[in-house]
């Protein structure tokens, strides 16, 4: 066993990078190889031309932002000494589909989007507050999204164990 002790220097950029690859045949089905993390299948529904054999990718961005304000909150609460079992999400998006399509004028992505978290701890309101203030300044996929200057709305509610 090795332990190693360090800081980081953050005077400077500290990139990482990943990637992933992906095909599709001319369908509306997708096929996303993310290496030693298996594989994702984005496709629309049978009754929008897919072969409904995953979610949409629009749905993956959903869950792409679900899954980072996990990550994140985690994170965070780990820093901050916050203690917690489970998060739960529910989430929805709306997106004026006229724009998809083709229209001018009409943004092609999401309108608004609405996540309720539902966090179970036995810490204090307030101290929930400061870890989801500090979990929203820090979540790429949440901050991606408003910065497109969608209505995102994020509601955190504490539940106890």
Known sequence: MSTTVASEDFSSPIVRRKSIEAENK???KTKVHCGEYGTLVFDEPVAHGGTGEGPSPLQGGLAALCGCKSVTFNRTAKEMGFLYSELCFSAEFTIDVRGRM???GVVPHFRT???DIKVITSESL???QKVVQETEARCPVYNLICDAQVDV???W???EK
């Open 113 to 115: 989007v609405r996540v």
């Open 102 to 104: 083709g229209l001018r």
């Open 153 to 155: 709305k994020c509601n």
């Open 26 to 28: 001319a369908t509306l």
């Open 126 to 128: 307030e101290f929930l």
């Open 157 to 159: 509610v504490k539940k």
